[in-house]
């Protein structure tokens, strides 16, 4: 029997070098079905006093050798031709900017900004400079979004947030800025550190984050509390929802709105404060440390007004407290929810719904998902959420809204805790509020 169905799962793996992904399921079949066979053997041999045993060898069952051996032969075969037709279809992948494989970028300038940060940006070579263009406008038409650098040596990578583009001609020449803080025993930030002008980095990617325009809805506020380099995706959203503002959806005569709370352990790092603040005697003097990322905050000062504000925190100083998130919100002068009760089921609005996703889940269902919230009084309430958005390192954004999940295999939001938990429980204004954790 045994070799009966060793020989039906070799008939069924016809044609399996042209599907590599099931060439382990059969060589596991093979094997386990040869166990029995093998296992008849020594029960034949065995003597029991309830079971007494004349059989002599000549009568025992004789495996076909000739029958066993091909079909083994052949398996290995198949393992041998599925893996190479696999390995041979990886290396022949498009060699730009891709989610399966590191793929090398030049790096064309690196930018001292403060004692421990700097500003890298990287340039895809020429060969695939169209191929990789038209990635990066379609990523920063999604708004959100990373890349995976990794460290050759060690072979670990690490998830990093580009800047938004100076200017469209970086996007057309395939470059890309990341701010990046060295870290003590930070392997992968030590490693960024010590590479030039003229060396590569290895890219992976892109990952695409939220869908900030879909979680709105009609909403129009975002207030984004950031630590360290987590200023990154903030003006992403920034960049995305004031500079891109034709496209924009606001509430009638209102206006997109996007408020930063910016923390960092010191005020070096404290990009653009002194020049937007005016406070330090460097400021007044005229002698405040310049980089391109204060000009950038600075400008978007300047474009937007005041649909665009920017905070700093120092830890040396004080710490962001739940009264500035109070500001910040609006709750002071809010006395109830203003938006439409949220349907627990829709994929875009719902609390409950939204502690089971992963931020990349939503550029899969953008299409195939719609909102599915319904006015439950007045046809005029507004529908959609506001975002507080939390990002930085892990014990930061754990601080403030409890730490990410891992559920079957991927990284969920998981319940709001922290502070901005704390919160939730208290206050029903806070109802009308979405917590993005990045």
Request: charged share 25%.
């Amino acid at each position: 029997m045994a070799s009966k169905i060793c020989s039906s799962c070799f008939r069924a793996s016809r044609g399996w070098p042209r599907q590599p992904q099931n060439l382990g399921f059969f060589a596991t079949q093979h094997v386990y079905h040869r166990a029995p066979l093998q296992a008849s053997y020594q029960a034949s041999f065995s003597t029991t006093a309830s079971r007494p045993t004349s059989t002599s060898l000549a009568e025992l069952p004789r495996p076909n050798r000739g029958r066993g051996r091909k079909p083994l032969f052949f398996s290995f075969a198949a393992i041998a031709i599925g893996s190479a037709s696999w390995y041979g279809l990886s290396e022949s992948e498009d060699d730009s900017l891709n989610t399966t494989r590191f793929t090398p970028f030049n790096i064309i300038s690196k930018e001292q900004v403060s004692p421990t940060a700097f500003i890298l940006t990287i340039r895809c070579p020429g060969a695939v400079l169209p191929k990789n263009a038209s990635k990066f406008k379609a990523a920063w038409e999604h708004g959100l979004w990373s890349v995976e650098m990794k460290q050759p040596q060690l072979q670990i990578a690490r998830h990093y947030t580009p800047l938004p583009p100076l200017n469209a001609g970086e996007v057309d020449a395939g470059e890309v800025r990341f701010l990046i803080r060295k870290m003590d025993g930070g392997e992968m930030s030590n490693y960024l550190s010590r590479l030039q002008v003229g060396d590569q980095v290895w890219l992976r990617g892109p990952h695409y984050g939220f869908d900030i325009k879909k979680r709105l809805g009609d909403a129009q506020d975002v207030v984004f509390v950031a630590g360290g380099t987590g200023i990154a995706p903030a003006l992403q959203i920034a960049h995305k929802l004031l500079d891109a503002s034709s496209t924009s959806n606001t509430l009638q005569s209102g206006k997109l709105s996007v408020r930063i709370l910016w923390a960092n352990r010191k005020n070096v790092d404290s990009l653009g404060r002194e020049q937007l603040t005016g406070r330090s005697k460097e400021a007044k003097r005229g002698r405040a440390m310049e980089s391109s990322l204060t000009n950038q905050v600075m400008e978007l000062q300047r474009k937007h007004g005041d649909s665009f504000t920017i905070d700093y925190f120092v830890d040396d100083e004080r710490f962001i407290a739940q009264s500035d998130i109070n500001a910040a919100l609006g709750l002071q002068a809010q006395k109830q929810p203003v938006f439409a009760r949220a349907d627990k089921s829709c994929r875009w609005h719902s609390h409950e719904r939204l502690a089971s996703v992963s931020d990349e889940e939503d550029r899969t269902q953008t299409l195939a998902s719609k909102c599915t919230c319904r006015p439950h009084k007045m046809p005029e309430e507004p529908i959609g959420r506001n975002l507080v958005c939390v990002s930085g390192p892990d014990g930061f954004i754990e601080a403030f809204a409890g730490s990410k999940r891992w559920f079957g295999g991927r990284e969920i939001q998981g319940p709001v805790l922290g502070l901005l938990g704390s919160m939730k429980r208290i206050d029903p204004r806070m109802d009308d509020w979405l917590v993005l954790k990045m």
